[in-house]
């Protein structure tokens, strides 16, 4: 459950973090964690200032049902070279876990998403291209545009990796 009061230019968002929608089964095959609720507060500024400058955010925002958005992942390949790359939620490499909202379970049992979150924008789709899903923590909304004409601020590199001799060692726990 989520519910949201604005007050003193901030809109507090109280939630239990579980997701409104239909989600994948936990603990699964590439995901041996299992969901449970989270008590978590969010205070997101009203007013809001462009800085013009990005910033690396681990959690950068939080969707209207106060499932959190976490695009990155902790696992990591170390290489012999010394270079260390994350390992991304889509990729053929490892399995994840993932459901069909590109989400998945911490080991504390947070559900969060890695992209869109496909049910929630089912939910939220009342027709319009643009879907507001979120708040980004600084305050600005979070949308998705179902055409794909709006793109996203963000993408990825197509440059090639390039350390030798890359090692990934999987944990026994998924972790993240």
Known sequence: MTTVVVKDNKRIMKTNALPNH?????PNKGNPNTISAQERTYEIPLNLVLSGESKWAREPGVALNGVN????????????TGEVYRV???????DMGLDYNHAHV???????????????????????D??????ALDGFPMYYSKSGHHKPSCQLSNE????DDCLYERQNQHME
């Open 22 to 26: 239909k989600k994948g089964s936990f």
């Open 69 to 80: 958005f976490e695009p990155e992942t902790a696992e990591r390949i170390v290489c012999e």
């Open 88 to 94: 991304e939620a889509f990729q053929d490499l490892l």
């Open 106 to 128: 911490q080991p504390t049992g947070a559900y969060h998403y890695h992209c869109v979150p496909t049910e929630l924008v089912k939910e939220l789709d009342k027709g319009e």
């Open 130 to 135: 643009i879907i507001l899903v979120g708040y």
């Open 160 to 163: 090639r990796r390039t350390g």
